[in-house]
């Protein structure tokens, strides 16, 4: 098993940044694909970003590509999510997730076993 905790959500003007970090306990992230999703009120959960364990490429929805980026340090087993140039659409809930099988990166949420609970983002106009 793996528990995940998302923390660094908040209150943050446009233009601003801020770096979400997911903290994974249980078992190692080096073979397990890690992706950052977000959901906001009243629309389904969505794809933002994932790194792939077996060659460290990354994939980004469109929306936020040249804006954030996703990291991870198999040190500290935690992921990051560095979000630059903040707009009040990028307001939502941002759960980070585990997966385990498959080598590449997915956009999909059922290709994820372990998620987090969320941390909740806003950008204020």
């Known amino acids: 098993q793996v528990q995940l905790v998302e923390s660094g959500g908040g209150l943050v003007q446009a233009g601003g940044s801020l770096r979400l970090s997911c903290a994974a306990s249980g078992r190692t992230l080096s073979r397990s694909t890690m992706g950052w999703f977000r959901q906001a009120p009243e629309r389904e959960r969505e794809f933002v970003a994932a790194?792939?364990?077996?060659?460290?490429?990354?994939d980004y929805t469109d929306s936020v590509q040249g804006r954030f980026a996703i990291s991870r340090d198999l040190a500290k087993n935690t992921v990051y999510l560095q979000m630059n140039s903040l707009k009040p659409e990028d307001t939502a809930v941002y759960y980070c997730?585990?997966?385990?099988?498959?080598?590449?990166?997915?956009?999909?949420?059922?290709?994820?076993?372990?998620w987090g609970q969320g941390t909740q983002v806003a950008v204020s106009s």
């Open positions: 997730a585990a997966g385990e099988a498959f080598t590449t990166t997915s956009r999909s949420p059922r290709s994820y076993n372990y």
């Open positions: 790194i792939s364990w077996s060659d460290d490429s990354s």
